[in-house]
């Protein structure tokens, strides 16, 4: 097992991404580790988690909140947890969120590595050192960047992901491909679902090229002044939308990336919306929903990525061009309004 290694402001991360779960023990002392996971995990992999310390959540974001941190860390107090105790997120995106937030508050910060879980985690959630929680209806409120140590592949453990959560992965593979990568959007056009479930070197290859690609934008930009914030493309509305509504990260965001595809027609010439909704569709994911945009419009104005009046806003040029658009709240809040009430 050889780790890729990506090098980042303060320090390398080692992607393992031929190993498997057994090879976690190679690189964390099980003594002096803790691994953070949830009880869905768990009770699908109960043997793997023999002889290592766990501490098992409640899944699902309405966990990922200041009060699961604070009982973490009574839990990691009481099991007398230190400086030299490496934090394990092994989950979903929840998870690796979570994990990530804890360690680097637990004693000021302790190092952390993830096992993602799921498809969503594997392309993108564990990637690049974005912690945090949410805080009432407002996503990733607080948070910090600190990258993990390490990322271990088990593309295996994709065998359990229960069937709606393959989606959410894939809106945020549609994501990177809209935004860099228009080759990776024509091989997902020839795929769906099913197809990439039975062809696994397929769907290995297609999430290595998605955590590549990820942790290069990341790496250019980690503290997000600029390229980073082309990852955002349908979360300014997506993530007002996922916590008014009972809709995934994966479903949000791409309602969201529908949306970010009309303003793009106005606004930077972008002539593929139907393409990007078919794919989206393809794979399982809404486009449209029926929801109060006044009430989604007030929760977007506090997003982290508003500075006074404006706010960025990710458009597409072109399949796999994307820029990023300074625009006016108010003029932003007009034209979704009209997009809303045109759909
Ligand atoms: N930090 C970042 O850069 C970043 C990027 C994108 C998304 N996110 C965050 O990621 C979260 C969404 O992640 P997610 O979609 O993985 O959600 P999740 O962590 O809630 O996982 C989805 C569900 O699948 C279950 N699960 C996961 N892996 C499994 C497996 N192998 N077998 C059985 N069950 C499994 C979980 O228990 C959960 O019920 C959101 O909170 C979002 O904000 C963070």
Redo the contacts with the bound molecule.
């Keep these: 097992m050889t780790p890729t290694k990506f090098r980042f402001s303060q320090s390398t991360v080692d992607y393992y991404f031929d190993g498997s779960f057994r090879d976690l023990a190679k690189i964390a002392d099980k003594k002096n580790a803790v691994i953070i996971t ?4 768990f ?3 109960q043997d793997k988690f023999r002889g290592w310390n766990v501490i098992c959540l409640k ?3 309405e966990y ?1 909140v200041q009060a699961t941190v604070d009982s973490v860390i009574e839990t990691l107090i009481a099991m007398q947890a230190d400086r030299k105790t490496t934090l394990i997120g092994v ?7 979570l994990t ?1 937030y804890i360690a680097s508050v637990y004693m000021r910060g302790v190092p952390f590595g993830f096992v ?6 594997m392309v ?9 929680i ?1 805080v009432g209806e407002y ?2 409120m607080v ?1 910090n960047i600190r990258q993990p140590s390490f990322l271990l592949y088990d593309f295996s ?6 069937a ?2 393959w989606s ?2 894939f809106a ?1 593979i549609i994501k990177h491909a809209c935004i860099k990568d228009a080759g990776a959007f024509a091989i997902l056009q020839k795929e769906n679902i099913s197809s990439l479930q039975k062809n696994t070197k397929l769907l290995s290859s297609i999430i290595i090229r998605n955590a590549k690609l ?1 942790t290069t934008v990341v790496q250019k930009d980690e503290f997000e002044k600029a390229d980073r914030k082309l ?1 955002n493309f349908g979360h300014t509305l997506g ?1 007002a939308l ?1 916590t008014q509504y009972e809709l ?3 479903q949000a965001i791409s309602i969201g990336m529908n949306y970010a595809c009309k303003l793009s027609e106005e606004l930077a010439g972008f002539r593929s919306t139907n393409e990007v909704k078919e794919l989206l569709e393809q794979y399982g994911l809404p486009v449209e929903a029926s929801f109060n945009m006044n009430k989604v419009l007030g929760i977007m104005k506090m997003d982290k990525k508003r500075v006074r009046k404006e706010m960025s806003y990710i458009l597409l040029r072109k399949i796999g061009n994307a820029v990023i658009y300074t625009i006016d709240i108010s003029k932003l809040e007009k034209m979704l309004l009209r997009t809303y009430q045109a759909s």
């Design positions: 949830d009880d869905n995990v009770a699908a992999h899944p699902g974001e990922k989950g979903g995106g929840v998870i690796t969120d990530g993602p879980t799921s498809l969503l985690a993108d959630a564990s990637i690049g050192g974005k912690n945090g949410d996503k990733n948070g453990l994709l065998k359990t992901l229960p709606g959560c959410d992965g945020e990820k990852l993530h996922e995934t990260h994966g």
